[in-house]
Each structure stands twice: as C-alpha cells, then as structure tokens.
C-alpha cells in the first residue's frame, strides 16, 4: 500500500458522462465520473447493482457496449486519449496494454477453440511472440496461476474445465501480453465462496508479481479490501467517496459508505425449540431425491423446523438444499423417505394434497422478478390466495389485500393497482412475501430471498421477515448461501454438501468450534472487511493447499 | 467419440421411426376415402361388377394392414405398383422424372448454397449499414413471392422480351451437359432466387445471434478486428446452425421445385404429382408424397448430424 | 448522348456530392455505387435500362413517401401508448401496414369496388384493357380488375381463415402442452414432427387428392399442416414461461390447468404468438395460392388470384403482363406482412439485449 506515491499516471479519467439507449431515449447512466490511476496500483470500484462499475471498467478500454455510448469527458490513458481516438488505435491497445477479465470466464471462452490457442491469440495478432513462445509462456503462467497440470491444461477445451480453474485461466490470458493494465469485471461473483478464495488468491499474486494495475470491479465490499490500494464508491452513476482502502474501512466519510458498511449489523437472539409437546411444523425424514435419469441430489437427507422458529440450510450450489425446498413444497417426490406436517405424512405430489396442505407452505423466491406475473396487478397476485383459500369476494377481498399490504409496509393507496415492473426489487420482494402471508402459512420457505438484493434492501427484508415471525409464529425454512445473513437470522442451522447433511443443530453452537471440517471451510472462506484476511487466512492453510482444500 | 456415435445413432433411428410413420400415414389416408379406392377411380356410376373386379384386381378384399406391408416391401425393394389410369408401373414412370428434379434442385444449390452463405456472412459483417438494410427488404420480397410469380417475371423478361433464355425447360435424353445447363437455367434461377434469399436471412441471423455472446465481447476486447471476430469466433460455432440452414433449403429445393416444374413445364417427379393428383392415380400420389417425405426427412436427418458433429462440446467430451 | 442521359448521371453525381459533403457515409455509398453501376447498365442496357431504374427510384420514392404520410396518419389517429410504438416503425413497415389496410379495405368492400361481378362475362376473351375495364379481360373475357377485388375478399378471406384455425389448434395444443408436461407434451411433440416432416406442400396435394378440392377440406388441411410450427413456437415460448417462479407459484397454490393457461401463461407469451401469427399467414397464403395455381384450390368461376395466374398464364408467351398482376397482388400483400412481421421481431429482440 506504501507504492501509492511518485508513479506515473496510467490512466486517467475526467467528467466521464455515458448514456444508455432505453425505451428509444438516450438516459445518463453514467453522471460524470473522475478516476486516476497509477502504474501498479489496483483501483477498487464498488456499488450496487445498476451504479455503472461495469459501464465505466469497459469505458476504461475506450469501449462502449451496445446500446450505451460515451457522451462526454475524456479518457486518458498513458498519454493517449481514448474519446477521441480511431478504432483501429483504441483496438490496438486492447489485449496488448489494456486486457480484461470477465465475470462469466465460462461465458467469455470461445467453446470452439482450445484454451491455449484462445490465450495465445493476442501475443501473435500483434507479433509479440513466436507460437511456440508463447505458448510456452502460456505455460509458465497456468503453474503461475497454480491451475492443476499447467503444461495440459491449456490444450483442453473450455467446457472440460470447472468455473475456478477456467477464471484463473482468463486471469493467465489477460495477462498474456504483459499489458500495464488489467480490468476484472465481477471476477469472483459466479464462483463459490470456496472457490472465491483460490481465485482471489492466484489474482493478486499475478498482479503483484508483474506489478500490473487493475480496476477491481466488484459489489463485495470484504473482496475488495483484499485486493485493492484504493476504494471507489459509486452510487446511481455518481461517485460518493474515494479512499485508500484502510481508510475506507476505518473512518469512512459519506453516510452512503457508512450504511454500506453497517447493512451486516443486524442481529436477534436465538430461539430455542418450544418446551412443550408441540410437534414440527415440517420434518424431513431420510429423504432420497433425484431428477428424472440423473443421479442422486438428496441423500438420506433429515431435519426438523417446529413452529416459530427459523431453520437456515446453508450450502454452496449443488449441495442439495434447493431440492430439499423442492421436495417439501412437492414439486420433487422423493424415492425415499417421507416429509410430515405436525406428525402427518404429505403425500409426495403436490398435486396429491389437498387445499388446506397446501396453503399451510408457501414459498418466497429468490428472484423477485421472476417470482411475480409481470402481467397481473399487485392486488391481483396478493388478492389471489386470499380469494382461492378463503373465498374472500369484493370489500372484503380488498380490504384484506389492503391489511396485507399495510404488513409489508407498502402503502396499499399507491400500490394495489400497478404492475410488478414498475416495482423496485425490493418493493417486489415485500409483495411476494405478500403473496405467501396471504395464504395463512404456518411455514414459509425463503429460497435465498435476498442474494439477488443491494445489501441495504436485503436489510430491510429481514427485518420484515423477522417482524412477521414475531407477529404471526411464522416457522421459516430460510436457505441460504450467505453466512452473514445466517448469522443474522437464524435459530438453528443445516449445512449441506453434495446432497447430504453434513452438520446440524442450534446457531450459537455452529459458529463456535469445534466444526466439522467442511463447516470450518465454509466459515473460514466468507471473505471479511479486514484487508489482511486473505494473506492470513493463506498463511493458515499454507499456499499450496489453497485450491485443494476446498474439494475436502 | 463414443457419445458422438450414440447421439448419431440415435438420431439416425429417430429418422427412420418418423419415415415409418409418415409411410404409414401415407398409405392410411387414402384408406380415408369415402367408399374405397375402387369407387373413387370409377366414379357413381360404375356398375357392380365392373367394380368388384377392379377391387379384386387391387387386391382390396384383403386387410388394409396386409397391403400396407406388401406396399412397404415392395416401396423398399422400388416397386410401387401399377399406375391406376394406364397400368404401367410406377417405377418406371418415376425414376427418370426423379433424376431430372434432383439436377434441377442440385443445379439451383451449387449456385445457391456458397452464394448465399458467402452473402450471409457478408451482410452479417455490415449489419444495420445501408447494404444491410437494402439486402434485408430484397432478401424480403423475394421470399414472398410465390414462385410462380418470380417465374413468370424471368419468363417474361428474359425468355419473351430478351429472348435469352428458352421459357420451357424440355428436355431429352441426347443433350449435352451445357445445353441442359442451358435449358434449366430459368427454373434453375427461380429456386436460386427464393432459396438464396432464405438461406441467407438464416445465415445472418445465426452469426448475429453469435455476436452477443460474452466471448465475442471477450475477442473484441482482445483487440481482435471485426473480420476475425467473424471468421475465427463466430463462424466456428455458427456451423451447425448453418448446416441446418443449408439443409433445409435443399429439402425446401427439393419440394418447392413442384411449383417450378409447373410454370417452366419441365418433365419432373413434381408435374407428375400434379397431374397424378388430378387424375387421381393414388398409387403414383403415393410413391411421390413417399419419395419427397424421404429425402426430406434425410436432408434433416443430415442437418442433425452435422450438428452433432461441428459441436466442440459433443467433439471433445470430458 | 440524349439530354436524359446527361441528366440522369448529373443528378446522381451531384447527390453523391452533397451527400459526401454532409458527411452522410451511408448514402454517398449508395448513391456513388448506383453511379457506377448505372455506367454498366448503360453500356449493357442503353438508355431503357437507364429509363427503367429512374422509374424504378420513382415508385420506391412514392411508396416511401406514402408509408410516410401513412405512418403520421397512423400516429395521429391512435392512443399515445400505440403512437410511441408506431414511431418506431421503419418506413418498410409502414409501408406493409398501408399496403394491408388497402387490401382490408378492397376485401371488406369488394363489392362495392367492383365495377362488374366475378363471374360476370362482358367482354370477348383477352380483351385489351379500356376504358370500361381498366386491366382489360380474361380467358373468358371477365373484368380483370373486378376479379382482382374480389380475389382480396376470397383469397385472403380463406387463408385467413385456415391461419386463424391453426392458431387455434397450435397454441392450445402448445399450451397444454407446456403446462400438462409429461406424456401428453412427448406425444403431441412427436405428432407435430411427423406432420413436419412431410414436406407442407407434398401434404397438402396428398390430402386433396383424397379428400376433393372442398373449400373446407382446402381450410382444414392447411391449418394442419401449419399448426405444428404454432404450436412448436407456442411450446417454446410458453415452455419459457411454465419454468418461471410465479406459475410455481401458482401451481403450488392449486390452481387449475385453465387458470394457468389464462392468467399466467397467454398474458406473458403474446407478443411473439402476434409476430408469429403474420409469418404463418405469409406461409398459409402462399401455401394456398401454390395450390390454387395448380388448380387445385378455390374452383372457378370464384375470383382467385393463384388460379387467375394460371387461367392467363399464356398471355405471357405473347409478352402480356396481365397474368402477373394476380401475381403480384400475392406477391404484395406477402411482403407487406413480412414487413411488418420483421419490424415486430426487431422491436422484440431489440428490447430482449438491452
């Protein structure tokens, strides 16, 4: 952090404006933006969703994407300004001086061709190295990098090689030319929190070793203080504060920052199981589960969630606990196994059950835009429910959409008549959590109902989720990736890997040790706001295992 | 590469389920016929005997499924039976006339097929210029105009008004290749017309579909120029939808020269089938709805193949 | 060198010019590039190739200024959401819409427009147009310009029709399907590609064959052949939709097929069924004037255009336009809802990238 001063300018941007082409207007996407950059220095840009990072990392290239365009301010990039240039000089530049590195690396390689020949295309197009040079160079940077079989793995194709690996290898080619600046969009976002962590790891020796300066383009504020020298927050197009990332952490200035930084602070107190005789509301029984032809996704999976309580199943993807969501609501009929309502068996299909089983679960999706029919009023999807279990007609009807839309705190003037696309993501979220109230649950399943969310939002559902199990004895089956969000809400805990319980009990006894090792890695992997937690976190589990201890 | 044969073969079986379905559907419709076959040939006012020995002489008395097999086999083994208006066999009738739409359709699709995807390619490459948009509305009014009326446009002009070409493609058994050439070159042109028009929509649209994929982005901000985009990242995954462009307009060539024939009245399997269906001769309708469904289904069949096999991701397992 | 000659490359010259001068890339390439393939053509062509692209440049400048004018109008008279729409629409398709509200227009009121009857004979055969008969006589020396009008009403009124059937059977089928899943969608899916797989036309003569050239065994026929690509189309797009969380949903809740169907599947999948529902009467039409030129479609003496072709096919021999002009009616209309039809899918595809 102490090579901040006495370096050259490499990029510098000033009152960058760009526009985007929405319902056959130009709209300012980007409101005027000042960024400088110097040789070895990695810039951090931060924001939610929709505060153009990613608009200003491709600006950064003096490239615009479809359907945007640079309206104003100049791009400056080691002497050479980038507005004005050719286009024939600004792809000169790319590849070889500027490079880029994808969210999606599994998206972003080329199918047809072999990873290697992807890697090596820059270096030959301008006649930096011989093939054969540079493939060998490619070579050196996989065992760099520390991808598995470094002198084979770059003949293969990108389809033959898993989402760490693959990021890593877009890592090794944008840096094929030795270019002065490398621009990572989202690189980690896609990944698994265990997975994160090697490719994090390999990123940051790279762009150390060559001292090469980079734009970190991410929304995770606990990864970006492992990267970056400097932080930029951005809001709406706007910049709210630019710090070197120690202070950003310690002492951050503007009340946005501040927010930002306090959203993980919610907590309430754990809730134990109910005293008395009272039965669970759902139990899950040694259930087996496959889908059609495949093979087993469940694998004598058991827990219980009794009512009022909050049960998190947490797991990376393809653990298993979406199907188990699946398989209660349902959806999914077991081979094996039985879910019970209050000691009574569900039948397997939901077709099987009856009305008054079905209304007792209902679900809350992850994407709220999804969730809702874009073509219905809200007082249609809310009013629904009430209507089809209740048989409620007319005022009474509209009162009860009015009550229900008084509970998620919408105001019910302004919102009974219009349509989900007009909604914010969270205002969405409120109405599908909306939607399932107006069934009369007693259980609810929240299927990473805020992953999709801006941390600040994601906050208010929570506490809204939290109000409403107070107020109405809500059982929540509430399944989750995020440790902080388990942390904030749940009362008891079940972690799956590979379709399988791995451990389970009360939240307190979870988080402290001693965990079962997969537990531990899952814990230690959640990046934290403190700028040394990669180094030490590497320290702990010793360099070379940082990859394979994740497959354990 | 064991996948690959699977999915071929598969895909292949697949192929012949649905030509035994269509040859049964084939067989099954004209058993659909009010009265039977015997009473639509004679009409009213045959008397009973005549068609009793008409119904014997088509072995009617026998099950229908009986005759579907018999009628398959011999299908199988090119014999189709006999014409019912002149009692010659139909294979003979159908085999020359055969030959000549497969030139006629093989002569439009060396024209057709590099021209069009070259085009395609061309236009895809000046997508949303002036040339692109000019192409696109000619592109347009070329596929819908019905054949017979880009026909009779070329008819008019260069066989009546510039006498360049001859307006009825005759032709006999003792010409030379180039006077064939000569004399198909207007229907030849009317299926290169509408069929270039199609393939090369489809062509452009398969790579510009290609073009918002993130590793075209990912080639352009590798400083790739905008031809190499092309060539090297769009085209190699754009095979397989432009194998089943081509092969759908070879199975389109193939079927939609029945109209050409008409207008440019040339002796083809197509004309035969008009004329068949008017006079009713159920047998020869048959053998020519089964020999077009056939190369149809294969040139499909091929389409499907040729995606299997230009896929990198079914090439190049794990 | 006639004046017109002079005039001809000077006019375009000089637009290249100005164009190049306004920095309009786009219509100095087009401009120079017809300068210099008029050079071609008018050593190949002579004077009438030149004489013949100015006439040519002359209908495209009226047709655009029509659709033009057509398209203001069309602004002016709809509700602000629509107009918003309509001013997005490339002068191509405004040109189609203008075209089809002739064609409504011509089909609605035939008789009316009609000066004579379709079967009404009132003159000798092939008669030169004159001032009675506007595009002279038939074979059977019937009012050309009578049968045209009418052919709008009969013509388009059946493939209309057949369209509007096998909509109706593709998109159920292809709802259901997307709904039911299991067994019923395998078997209807299997269905479509078998009457896919015979190729329409081949299908189409099989079945007349059989069943007689009957107005309604023509209607039925063709929508069976066109209904597998609704409903493929209609399976897809509903397919994209069943998988979405709000129809879980509501299957969850317990609803109904029908409620499904109603509520929350048709309201999200229209908008390419709409797109969809131009391209297949392109097809139907086509389809049905293929048949009808081979004389087996709509039986006279009913006005028709593919059968009119026919009827008059042998005038072209003698270098007489008249036989095209049915043809170029088909031609028309066809391409004007492609027109529109490829504005619709831009528009919807445009929006999906953003």
């Not at chain 1, 220095?41 to 003096?62: N, P, Q």
């Not at chain 1, 080329?110 to 040079?133: F, S, V």
């Not at chain 1, 809001?235 to 202070?247: C, F, P, Q």
């Not at chain 1, 993807?317 to 699946?326: L, V």
Request: glycine letters at 8%.
């Amino acid at each position: 952090m102490s090579k901040f001063h006495n370096k050259g300018v490499l990029l510098e941007i000033r009152g960058l404006k760009i526009d985007g082409y929405s319902d056959e207007t130009w709209v300012p996407i980007i409101k005027g933006v000042d960024l400088t950059l110097r040789r070895g220095e990695v810039l951090g840009l931060i924001g939610e969703s929709g505060a153009g990072k990613s608009t200003i990392g491709a600006a950064a290239m003096g490239y615009a994407r479809d359907g945007t365009r640079i309206s104003e301010g100049s791009i400056e990039f080691d002497g050479m300004e980038l507005t004005t240039a050719t286009s024939a000089e600004k792809r000169a530049l790319r590849g070889s001086r500027i490079a880029y590195v994808a969210q999606s690396a599994a998206a972003s390689f080329n199918p047809a061709h072999k990873l290697i020949d992807q890697h090596t295309e820059a270096p030959l197009h301008y006649r930096i190295k011989k093939r054969m040079e540079a493939q060998e160079d490619a070579m050196e940077l996989y065992e760099r990098l520390r991808l598995p079989n470094p002198r084979e793995i770059g003949f293969r194709y990108p389809h033959q090689v898993s989402g760490g690996q693959l990021q890593r290898a877009m890592t090794a080619m944008a840096m094929s030319c030795r270019p002065d600046l490398i621009i990572f969009d989202e690189p980690t976002t896609a990944l698994d929190v265990t997975t994160q962590i090697e490719v994090l790891a390999a990123i940051r020796d790279i762009v150390d070793q060559f001292n090469t300066a980079a734009v970190y383009i991410t929304h995770d504020l606990a990864v970006v203080a492992q990267m970056a020298d400097a932080i930029k927050v951005l809001l709406k197009g706007e910049e709210v504060e630019h710090a070197s990332t120690e202070k950003m952490l310690d002492a951050p200035e503007e009340d946005y920052t501040k927010s930002l930084w306090a959203v993980r602070s919610f907590k309430r107190p754990q809730k134990s199981r109910p005293e008395d005789e009272s039965k669970p509301v759902i139990s899950v029984q040694g259930v087996d589960a496959a889908y059609t032809g495949g093979a087993k996704v469940l694998d004598d999976v058991s827990f219980d969630i009794y009512p009022g309580m909050t049960v998190a199943v947490v797991g990376e993807s393809g653990s298993g606990k979406s199907t188990a969501a699946r398989v209660i609501t349902g959806l999914l009929p077991p081979m094996k196994g039985e879910v019970l309502c209050r000691d009574e068996a569900l039948p397997p299909r939901y077709q099987d059950r009856t009305r008054d089983q079905l209304r007792q679960a209902q679900m809350i999706y992850q994407m709220a835009d999804t969730a809702l029919n874009p073509k219905s009023r809200i007082s249609d999807i809310i009013g629904r429910p009430a209507q089809f279990y209740s048989g409620l007609k007319g005022q009474a009807l509209k009162q009860r959409v009015d009550e229900l839309l008084d509970l998620i705190e919408l105001d019910p003037a302004s919102f009974y008549n219009r349509f989900p696309p007009e909604l914010s993501g969270g205002q969405k979220q409120r109405v599908g959590i909306a939607r399932a109230l107006a069934a009369e649950p007693e259980f609810i399943i929240c299927d990473e109902v805020t992953s999709a969310l801006d941390q600040l939002v994601a906050e208010g559902i929570l506490k809204l989720l939290d109000r409403l199990q107070q107020e109405l004895g809500l059982a929540y089956m509430f399944i989750t990736h995020d440790l902080a969000t388990v942390r904030s809400i749940a009362d008891e805990v079940v972690v799956m890997q590979n379709g399988k319980v791995v451990e389970q009990g009360a939240k307190d006894e979870m988080f402290t040790p001693p965990h079962h090792p997969y537990t531990d890695l899952l814990l230690s992997s959640v990046p934290e706001m403190d700028p040394n937690w990669l180094t030490t976190l590497l320290e702990e589990r010793g360099v070379d295992n940082i990859g394979e201890a994740a497959r354990v | 590469m064991g996948d690959i044969l699977g999915l071929v073969a598969k895909r292949l079986g697949l192929g012949l389920v649905t030509l035994l379905v269509v040859s049964v559907l084939i067989f099954f419709a004209v058993e659909l016929l009010p009265g039977d076959i015997a009473q639509a040939v004679l009409g009213q006012m045959a008397t009973e005997e005549t068609l009793a020995r008409l119904r014997e002489e088509l072995g009617l008395e026998r099950p229908a499924v009986v005759r579907y097999f018999d009628w398959l086999a011999g299908a199988v083994t090119g014999d189709f039976g006999t014409s019912l208006i002149d009692g010659e066999p139909v294979t003979a009738k159908i085999t020359d006339r055969f030959v000549s739409t497969l030139f006629l359709a093989a002569y439009a699709a060396v024209i057709a097929v590099p021209f069009a995807i070259t085009l395609g390619i061309v236009v895809a490459l000046l997508r949303n210029s002036i040339f692109d948009r000019v192409a696109n509305v000619v592109t347009l009014t070329s596929i819908s105009s019905p054949e017979f009326f880009l026909g009779y446009i070329l008819i008019l002009y260069l066989a009546v008004k510039w006498s360049m070409f001859p307006a009825i493609a005759s032709i006999s058994s003792g010409m030379t290749f180039l006077e064939l050439l000569e004399r198909t070159f207007l229907p030849a042109l009317t299926l290169v017309l509408v069929v270039t028009a199609h393939m090369m929509r489809m062509t452009r649209a398969a790579i510009i579909n290609l073009l918002a994929s993130p590793y075209i982005e990912m080639a352009r901000l590798k400083g790739a120029p905008p031809w190499k985009v092309i060539v090297r990242h769009a085209l190699p995954n754009a095979w397989a939808p432009i194998i089943n462009v081509v092969a759908l307009n070879l199975a389109y060539l193939v079927t939609g020269v029945v109209l050409v024939e008409v207008v440019f009245v040339y002796p083809g399997i197509g004309q035969l089938l008009v004329d068949a269906v008017a006079k009713r001769d159920f047998p020869i309708v048959q053998a020519c709805c089964l020999i077009f469904a056939a190369t149809f289904i294969l040139l499909n069949l091929a389409a499907d193949v040729g995606a299997i096999l230009t896929n990198p991701r079914l090439r190049h397992p794990k | 060198m006639s004046m017109f000659v002079i005039g001809y490359y000077a006019a375009l010259i000089a637009a290249s010019c100005i164009a190049a001068y306004f920095q309009n890339r786009q219509a100095f390439m087009l401009l120079f590039s017809l300068t210099l393939v008029s050079f071609v053509l008018g050593i190949v062509g002579g004077v009438p190739a030149l004489q013949g692209v100015t006439v040519f440049a002359g209908i495209l400048a009226l047709a655009a200024g029509t659709s033009y004018a057509f398209r203001e109008f069309l602004i002016q008279v709809s509700r602000p959401a629509i107009a918003k729409e309509l001013r997005t629409a490339p002068l191509t398709a405004a040109f189609g819409m203008f075209v089809i509200f002739t064609y409504a227009i011509a089909g609605i009121f035939a008789p009316w427009i009609a000066p004579y009857g379709q079967s009404e004979v009132i003159a000798s055969a092939f008669e030169p147009p004159n001032e009675d008969m506007l595009l002279g006589a038939d074979q059977l020396g019937r009012d050309m310009f009578s049968r045209i009008v009418y052919g709008a009403r009969n013509s388009v009124g059946l493939a209309l029709l057949a369209t509007i059937l096998a909509f109706m059977i593709g998109a159920l089928a292809g709802l259901y399907s997307a709904v039911k899943g299991g067994w019923l969608d395998q078997l209807s899916g299997r269905v479509a590609d078998v009457i896919m797989s015979v190729p329409s036309l081949i299908f189409a003569l099989l079945m007349l064959s059989i069943f007689g050239t009957y107005l309604w065994v023509i209607v039925l026929v063709v929508a069976i052949i066109y209904s597998p690509r609704v409903f493929r189309l209609t399976r897809a797009v509903a397919g994209n939709v069943v998988v979405m969380d709000y129809v879980e949903a509501a299957k969850l809740r317990g609803e109904g097929d029908w409620h499904l169907i109603r509520k929350e599947i048709l309201p999200n999948s229209t908008a390419p069924l709409i797109a969809e529902f131009g391209l297949e009467f392109c097809f139907v039409f086509l389809l049905i004037a293929g048949l009808s030129f081979l004389g087996l479609g709509i039986q006279p003496p009913t006005a028709d255009w593919g059968s009119m072709v026919r009827e008059n096919a042998t005038l072209i021999s003698f270098g007489d336009i008249t036989p095209l002009i049915p043809a170029a009616a088909i031609a028309l209309l066809t391409v004007a809802v492609n027109f529109v039809v490829d504005w619709m899918l831009f528009r919807s595809s445009g929006l999906k990238e953003q």
